[in-house]
């Protein structure tokens, strides 16, 4: 007798799963849409997670080459993620973890771990279903704790890709299994507008969804990316030809700041149509006062000041995502324009710095990796402190500053940090002890958050507003501890140390007008309703720095009179 599986009742999931795939082209923001519509859900009440899942063999994006992936974001219980998990926090003030970005390699690892362990019991181990099962498990698993209303899983890549066709295979089974209003999937796509024809092309988002419908997923929502208005014809034909309601065709039209994206998407009806398909109360209002308080703030800005990014990875925005955000949040809270100009740390010698650096607000050094563009850096960093120009050094930042000060006021000629230089008779920076025994490259920095305790006093516990505070991490190299004497002396000291460890977490210049250096990374904890007080700090010093180079100014003018 023939049983027809599908009558049997499907279970009612805690959580609800919202899918987001990509067609036509990778660089649709994805990311940014997802996090818009978790920004609108849980303005209206509901308990939102993002998850990233990305079709790569790599383990984590942590060995991954910034210009190959951008900034690898890593997340308070120290896993090295993929940036996209940093506009998730960003947009919704609520921290990710490791189980929200799951790779292929990840997976793979996983099932070939429990193969040699012998968990499969002599069967052959497959891409269906052990794979997908496992993949399942993950995607399944931040709905099943109890703490979220809505999961939203964002698919890396685009359809058609070989690689992710596992996940698009274990969506279709989740969407068989679970009840039909239990999950939903938004398909972002690109309408090209063609000059010539003076048209928005729409073939190129068929193709996408009819190559999701021969993987077995049928689109709810399809949200097309367009730099012109679609017409109520247009979404008709899109309607019609790509098998969705006409109220589920979603125009998203190019804006100038990713953080109008949420109400953009609102006046569409997002939100509305996700929660009526979901079959989840719409009653509750939505409230983004902050968010709009915020937008008005960003858009109106009363001064504008230029700060100075010094990097070597500068031709990739991508690469400082975080910084980047975090110098908008800054700007917004101090009600001014950051404008962030960024330089390149291996073109900056002694000859040019002041001709780069003379005319900034301010300037802040970034983490980093590896020896090519440091000696710019020192020399960047030897400009601010001789200068009086607010400086702000993150991590590898923060080491070129030890280093600079080392060479230049303590005397140490050739102080250096053993990752660049092994063989440096003044280690100023040095490997911590517990790395030093680490082969693997992969997950084995100092990752995440750690407690750090701050001098009272200090500029930073000024900043901050309290001596207790908890930061995240990615680093193998520290201080050197042995030479604290030394700096405290000559005036750099350590205003903040991880209390357990003794590790110096933050060195400041008190008598410079805003010279402060950390070992952890600020950017990754600011948020649009967060903005960091770091950076805060950073933004208002280049304002008074701005204001006094004027008066400086004024006064020549009428002296010279
Ligand atoms: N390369 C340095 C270290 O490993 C700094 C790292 C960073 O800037 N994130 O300590």
Not at 190 to 215: G, M, N, R
């Amino acid at each position: 007798m023939q049983r027809d599986v599908r009558t049997f009742a499907k279970p009612s999931a805690m959580a609800k799963y919202i899918f987001v795939t990509g067609g036509v082209t990778s660089s649709l923001g994805k990311g940014i849409f997802a996090a818009s519509l978790a920004k609108l859900l849980q303005s209206r009440g509901y308990r939102v997670t993002i998850q990233k899942f990305d079709p790569y063999i790599n383990v984590d994006p942590g060995t991954l080459n910034p210009y190959e992936h951008g900034e690898c974001y890593v997340t308070e219980d120290g896993a090295e993620t993929d940036l996209d998990l940093g506009h998730y926090e960003r947009f919704l003030n609520v921290p990710t973890s490791q189980a929200n970005n799951v790779t292929t390699g990840r997976v793979y690892q996983y099932v070939i771990s429990k193969e040699r362990e012998g968990a499969y019991l002599g069967k052959t181990v497959q891409v269906i279903p052990h794979i997908t099962d496992e993949i399942k498990r993950r995607m399944l698993l931040l709905g099943e704790t109890g703490e979220y209303d809505i999961v939203i899983t964002e698919i890396g890549g685009t359809i058609g890709d070989i690689e992710a066709q596992p996940f698009i295979e274990t969506v279709r089974q989740i969407r068989w299994e679970l009840e039909e209003h239990d999950t939903l999937i938004c398909h972002l796509t690109l309408l090209p507008y063609l000059k010539s024809a003076k048209e928005i092309k729409t073939k190129p988002t068929q193709h996408s969804v009819k190559e999701l419908q021969a993987l077995g997923v049928m689109p709810d929502i399809l949200v097309c990316r367009t730099e012109m208005p679609l017409s109520d014809e247009l979404r008709k034909k899109l309607a019609l030809f790509c098998n969705v309601e006409r109220g589920s065709v979603i125009q998203a039209l190019d804006v100038d700041t990713i953080y109008e994206v949420p109400l953009e998407m609102q006046k569409e009806n997002l939100d509305t149509t996700v929660l009526r398909k979901l079959h989840l109360p719409g009653d509750k209002p939505s409230d983004l006062t902050k968010w709009n308080e915020f937008l008005h703030t960003l858009r109106n800005p009363r001064d504008t000041v230029r700060i100075g990014l010094v990097g070597k990875y500068i031709e990739l925005q991508d690469a400082y995502k975080s910084i980047h955000e975090a110098f908008i949040h800054a700007g917004v809270a101090n009600q001014v324009k950051v404008q962030v100009e960024p330089i390149h740390s291996e073109y900056i010698d002694e000859e040019n710095v002041a001709e780069k650096l003379g005319q900034l607000h301010a300037v802040l050094v970034a983490p980093g990796f590896g020896h090519r563009g440091v000696e710019g850096k020192i020399t960047a960093i030897r400009y601010v402190r001789e200068n009086g120009i607010p400086f702000f050094g993150i991590c590898l930042g923060l080491q070129c500053a030890v280093i600079e000060f080392a060479r230049n006021v303590l005397g140490m000629k050739n102080a250096h940090s053993t990752e660049m230089d092994p063989d440096t008779p003044h280690p100023v920076i040095d490997m911590m002890e517990e790395q030093k025994k680490i082969v693997n490259k992969g997950g084995t920095m100092r990752l995440g958050a750690y407690r750090c305790e701050l001098q009272s006093g200090s500029l930073a516990a000024s900043l901050y507003g309290t001596t207790q505070i908890s930061e995240r991490h990615r680093h193998r190299y520290e201080f050197n501890n042995r030479y604290m004497t030394q700096f405290e002396e000559a005036g750099m000291t350590a205003s903040g140390r991880n209390p357990d460890s003794g590790l110096v977490e933050v060195m400041e210049i008190p008598a410079h007008p805003f010279f402060i250096g950390v070992q952890y990374h600020p950017e990754l904890k600011s948020t649009v309703e967060n903005p960091h007080p770091l950076f805060v700090g950073l933004v208002r010093a280049a304002l008074e720095r701005k204001k006094k180079v004027a008066g400086i100014d004024l006064l020549a003018t009428v002296r010279s009179a």
